[in-house]
């Protein structure tokens, strides 16, 4: 080992989305700074998002897109760097993108120009980077400095900032952060995956498993209230979709959801539209003029009037009929975990940190950003904004 030591005023543990954006503020305000990762590449969860586009920010981003112990704690934050912030600096590095459906801005052309316009923006700012340098060790001395040790060289620092992001995509992520939390003596809030697609029972995979494939809008639900209104997708595990991914921030191991698949149209409306068409269809047929056909015969499955004309449709069959339409109750087994979890909920507790410079309150010098802190937003480009704003505070802070 290289046991000579480089000074300075920072160190970020982490060249992600919010380690680079930190970095290059504090460079750009005078401050020497030096970014270790373990990756061969920077921004690799940058490079694979959005199906390699990224879904980089949000038209429309307010807190309660966020889940956190300390709901007030985001607001400083996205307040001061705003999506709008984040799009003029992709459009001074002309980058073409695109809004999709809920206000969800994508690279026209690759992730790529993302990471390479960050990059850039810390090589303007002086950033030093180091790719491939595992952490080993992160000590304290007397005098507050920070000394972080590599295989390759020791750096010592006035201030550590950690933005190693959490635990989705395991061969993308890593434990650092935490460790690092621990070691000080900072809380962490349990962690799981967040945006994650659910799996099913035996019993339910084997009863939904003809439905696999198949992708429709609906209004899903949580035991806590949350709901949201997406594309749901069943697959050969289970359920997924954007539907899925919004409401398991939401899902505690145990609970059902509920599914409304037809959100637009009530029950009742629909079998009036279909009756005054064509009233001697049977049920199935007639939910399948609504309804993906092979949803509409699950939906039907076991009831007395299934075959029959719509006009004989039997009283507790259009009550049953109701409840499978419109709350079709599930208990998922568990979920994906982390290897497809597109975030990590929970992290480093929001109390034990400033809201507006992300540093420690009881340790000075000490800051946690970006993914391995205790938010978690919403599908949509909200955790890389959250990246971008906790990143840029933390940045303009030290």
Not at 24 to 36: D, E, H, P, S
Not at 275 to 284: C, D, E, F, I
């Amino acid at each position: 080992m290289n046991t000579s030591q480089q000074h300075y005023d920072a160190i970020i543990i982490g060249a992600g989305a919010s380690g680079l954006m930190c970095a290059a503020q504090a460079g750009y305000r005078g401050k020497k700074v030096r970014v270790l990762d373990s990756a061969p590449k920077a921004g690799q969860k940058i490079l694979i998002s959005g199906g390699g586009r990224s879904n980089f920010t949000n038209r429309q981003v307010d807190p309660s897109h966020y889940l956190c112990s300390n709901p007030h704690f985001v607001k400083s934050a996205l307040a001061r760097y705003q999506p709008q912030d984040f799009i003029e600096l992709v459009e001074r590095h002309g980058i073409d993108y695109e809004e999709r459906d809920h206000g969800q801005l994508f690279c026209t052309g690759s992730a790529k120009q993302l990471v390479e316009m960050l990059l850039t923006e810390c090589d303007w700012a002086g950033v030093e980077l180091s790719l491939e340098a595992e952490v080993c060790a992160v000590e304290r001395s007397a005098d507050g400095r920070f000394l972080v040790k590599t295989p390759q060289q020791n750096f010592s620092a006035n201030a550590l900032v950690v933005a190693s992001g959490g635990l989705s995509i395991p061969k993308l992520s890593s434990a650092i952060g935490y460790r690092v939390a621990e070691q000080f003596g900072l809380r962490i809030t349990p962690t799981s995956a967040g945006l994650v697609p659910f799996t099913l029972h035996v019993e339910d995979k084997q009863r939904l498993s003809p439905l696999s494939g198949l992708s429709l809008p609906v209004e899903i639900h949580a035991a806590c209230g949350a709901a949201f209104k997406r594309d749901l997708l069943f697959t050969h595990r289970g359920l997924s979709g954007p539907a899925v991914l919004q409401i398991s921030n939401y899902w505690q191991p145990g609970e059902p959801i509920w599914i409304d698949f037809s959100p637009e149209q009530p029950l009742a409306e629909l079998l009036e539209q279909q009756t005054l068409l064509r009233p001697n269809q049977a049920l199935k047929n007639a939910l399948g003029q609504a309804l993906p056909k092979r949803l509409a015969e699950r939906i039907c499955e076991g009831l007395a009037s299934a075959e029959q004309p719509l006009s004989q449709l039997l009283k507790q069959d259009r009550s049953e009929l109701q409840q499978r339409l419109h709350r079709f109750q599930i208990k998922p087994n568990a979920t994906e975990g982390y290897r497809t979890a597109e975030v990590t909920r929970g992290g480093i507790d929001s109390d034990e940190l400033s809201s507006k410079t992300f540093e420690a309150k009881r340790l000075p010098g000490l800051y946690f950003i970006g993914e391995v802190v205790d938010v978690t937003g919403w599908l949509g480009g909200y955790n890389f904004q959250w990246a971008w704003a906790s990143g840029h505070a933390c940045g303009a802070a030290l």
